[in-house]
Structure formats: C-alpha cells, structure tokens
C-alpha cells in the first residue's frame, strides 16, 4: 500500500491564484481530513469526510473547499489564495471504528 | 474545544540522554497519538495510546486517561531523534468524530 499521497510537494501561487491540493488513499479509510500547519504550531483541522458524499467543515475552514466524490480522493480547492494560507497542508485518514490516523507527507504551499 | 498543552517546549540534550516529554489535556479522549516530525516535515506514528503503556525499541509511552496526561520516554538518545514531537487528541463524544487537536509540540534536538 501506498499509504496516503499528497500532490504536489511544494506550490508557489500568486495572490488570488486558485488551485487544487489533491490527496488519496489506497487503505479503504471512509475518513478523510484536512490539516494545516503554520510556523511554530500544531496542526489544524480545515475540513474533513466520513465517507463518499460527506463533507464537513473543522476548526479553520474559511477560504477552502472540499469534495469527496470517491473513498480514495479527497482534493482541497483554494477559489483565491491569500498570502494568510501560506501553509503546509497534510492529508489524513484512518477507518471508521479504528481511532488510529495516517498522514500523508504534507504539501509546502506559499502564496505571493 | 479540548486543550492541549505539551511541554518541555524546547529540549536540547547530548546523544545517549534520556528524555521524558509529556502532554496534558482538559477532556476525557478516545483517541492520543503521538507523532514525530522529521526536519524533513514529514508527520511519523509513534503511537497510538489512548490509554496504558506501549513500548517500540528505545521510545515508549504511557497515557493515564483519568489523570488526562500522557508520557512519552526517549531512552539513549540519537541524533536521528531530533524533531518536533506532537500529541494529539480526539475528543470523545460524537461532535469530535475523527477530529484530531494538537499539542504546540516539544521541539527536540540532539547533539553528537
């Protein structure tokens, strides 16, 4: 198994640029979430999926969007990116009824 | 929401030191992970112990849930060891589902 995948590794968008942080896994988790993480601090939740259809918003959801579509993928839309989501993005899973989760290797994104 | 307080926050010790890191949270929780960040920023299990004592060769970690602390011990030290280390939780109760909170993280560096 791949585990969870991110794309791309590193970005560099210009103020009101949009794009698309994709995310997948090969394990069957029917949960999925976004992560940011700002210097010198833990992560936080942006949005997250139980499942094909489900999505809901975390602790910082403002400026983001999210589908899910498929089990497997989980991509995260930035409609007009600001200098203030300068960030790196991590991808998460894990099955339902298993409270265990995995990341993915994160996605370094900096906006001009 | 549920507060995590990790400490020491900075931790700079010489190869072949032992170490105790520890995490403290306001609300009872059925999920605690412990993770290491790489300097590559690369987010690596640990454990997964919501409650008990676990062990993984020079790493092991003890979470008394009723207490609302959990101990992470580093025992002779390696420079491969250097990194932010994070606690993160999950609330229990249905609202906090799959929702990871995190620890400012202890940053650990070791030297040769």
């Known amino acids: 198994n791949a585990g969870v995948t991110q794309t791309p590794k590193f970005q560099v968008l210009k103020t009101g640029q949009s794009m698309t942080l994709q995310c997948a896994q090969d394990?069957?988790?029917?949960?999925m979430s976004w992560y940011r993480q700002d210097p010198g601090m833990g992560l936080r939740l942006i949005h997250y999926?139980?499942?094909?259809?489900?999505?809901d918003q975390g602790e910082v959801p403002n400026g983001y969007n999210v589908s899910r579509s498929t089990t497997e993928d989980f991509p995260l839309r930035l409609l007009s990116a600001a200098p203030s989501q300068t960030s790196v993005y991590f991808c998460a899973s894990r099955r339902l009824g298993v409270n265990e989760q995995f990341f993915g290797p994160g996605t370094r994104l900096t906006v001009l | 929401g549920i507060q995590v307080e990790q400490s020491p926050p900075d931790l700079i010790l010489q190869e072949g030191a032992n170490s105790t890191l520890r995490c403290n949270f306001s609300d009872s929780v059925n999920n605690l992970q412990w993770f290491h960040q790489n300097p590559w920023g690369q987010l690596i299990n640990l454990f997964y112990i919501p409650s008990g004592t676990k062990q993984n060769g020079r790493l092991s970690a003890t979470t008394v849930a009723t207490e609302r602390y959990s101990l992470l011990y580093i025992s002779s030290s390696q420079t491969t060891d250097s990194g932010v280390y994070f606690c993160?939780?999950?609330?229990?109760?249905?609202?906090?589902?799959?929702?990871?909170?995190f620890g400012q993280g202890t940053i650990l560096t070791v030297h040769p």
């Open positions: 999926s139980v499942g094909a259809g489900i999505t």
């Open positions: 993160a939780v999950e609330r229990a109760g249905g609202t906090s589902y799959g929702k990871l909170t």
């Open positions: 394990m069957n988790h029917e949960y």
